[in-house]
């Protein structure tokens, strides 16, 4: 019997590796998150360790991935990325060329960063920044705020998270508006009132009050926000993103914002992670700023074990993999 051998780490923890023993008698499960933290520490003996563990390898699961995963890992066949996002494994070309399958969390990830960006949108329309301040400094001087009822929801991406958006977006009584790399013309989608291809995303963002970026980071995606597509927003709209910080392009972002051209940002990632401390996005009173924690929600490890271990279930079937990347699109 060949043993099927699989290697993890990150949100798959060593208390889990029972259990996915347990789906088949064939699979042998190593944890190695501890090497691979020795081993980017500058460990020889770690990565003479892991050398020896990649070279048998056929699966593997967690966040990071091991440098040079292919030349170390010729048994490969299948990584399970505990993330939605795997725009840093596919910077790895070998990895990207190679025909070893990759699949991420995406079912599992929406509920976090969906559920961000609508607070984002009320915190916008309430003026809870403005009333924070007022409380420290023991201001009292009412002001009007907004509804969302009425006024139009841009989403670009209307994969997980965009439809989550979208679909909450339609309780709050708002226009829907989403743009899609996979629709081929104008549409209508089941949360969205027009789904649009991503060539038509300026129509979006002309007749958006709030605009969510819910897309992957691709070649095609990365500043696919910039000076141009900052001008042709309306003045009093908020941009959220949730997706990845090169998405926007930050200079250009900062001059709008300061500008005012756009009324506010809520910005969840950013171009560099942690912000850097000179940044005018630390101070620019027209930013509402999270440190990249839409995902981060205590059930999300248990959610993403579930997930592996479905897939690894199907994999031993010979069945179908959920949530397949295509590595050319990144997505």
Known sequence: MEPINVLVSDEIAEDVVPEIEAID????????GR??????????????????????A???AGIRVPSDLIR????????????????????????????????NVRDVHSYGP??????????????????????????WNAFQTTVLKGSTMGIVGYGGIGQRVARVA??????????RRSAKKSTKARFADVLLP??????????????????????????????????LMKPEALLVNVSRGPVIDEPALVSALETNQ????????????PLPRESPLWTLPNVIFSPHIAGNVPAYPRMVQNLFIENLTRYVREEALRNVVNKRRGY
């Open 198 to 231: 991503m060539t038509d995303m300026d129509h979006l963002l002309i007749e958006s009050d709030f605009v969510v970026l819910a897309t992957p980071l691709t070649p095609d995606t990365h500043h696919m926000i910039g000076r141009k597509q900052l001008s």
């Open 114 to 139: 969906a559920e961000l960006a609508i607070q984002a949108c009320l915190v916008h329309a309430k003026g809870t920044i403005e009333c924070h301040r007022q409380k420290q400094a023991q201001e």
């Open 72 to 103: 170390r890992a010729p048994r490969l066949k299948w990584v399970q990325v505990t993330r939605t996002g795997v725009d840093r494994v596919l910077l790895d070309v070998e990895f990207r060329d190679s025909p070893v399958k990759l699949t």
């Open 262 to 273: 756009i009324a506010a940002a809520a910005l969840d990632v950013f171009e560099q992670e």
């Open 58 to 60: 056929e699966i593997y």
């Open 25 to 32: 008698p064939r699979i042998n499960v190593t944890h190695i």
């Open 170 to 179: 339609k309780a709050f009584e708002m226009w829907v508006i989403a743009a």
């Open 35 to 56: 090497l691979l933290s020795a081993e980017q520490q500058g460990d020889q003996n770690a990565t003479s360790l892991l050398d020896g563990l990649l070279a048998n």
